[in-house]
């Protein structure tokens, strides 16, 4: 079994920035495909950024410019660093990882979520 635990979340004003982190308890699945979805009051859940095993990023086009995913692979931890925030970036977010490098294949495992929220 492979436990995420997110933390980092919180209140933040438009404009600030806040870091996530996403702890992985069995290191080799920081090599393979990990990403952060988050789930806004009345919407369905998305993709906000994914890294793959290869270190290629994939942004929502919501965020690019503003939000930057990485990994330390000593920790292991992946984090999710979001600037300039705006209302619309409230909600829970929550890491995912696939159980291969590339992420075509879906999410196996999944973090509880933690909530971000943004005020004007």
């Known amino acids: 079994q492979v436990q995420l635990v997110e933390s980092g979340g919180g209140s933040v004003q438009v404009g600030g920035s806040l870091r996530l982190a996403c702890a992985i308890s069995?290191?080799?699945?920081?090599?393979?495909?990990m990403a952060w979805f988050r789930q806004s009051p009345g919407k369905e859940r998305e993709a906000v950024a994914s890294l793959d095993g290869f270190r290629n990023t994939d942004y929502a086009g919501s965020v690019k410019g503003r939000f930057t995913i990485s990994k330390d692979f000593a920790k292991p931890t992946l984090y999710l660093q979001m600037n300039s925030l705006k209302p619309e970036d409230t909600g829970v977010y929550s890491c995912a990882t696939a159980t291969s490098a590339l992420c075509r294949s879906g999410y196996d495992y999944w973090g509880q979520g933690t909530q971000v929220t943004v005020s004007s």
């Open positions: 069995r290191p080799t699945y920081i090599n393979y495909c």
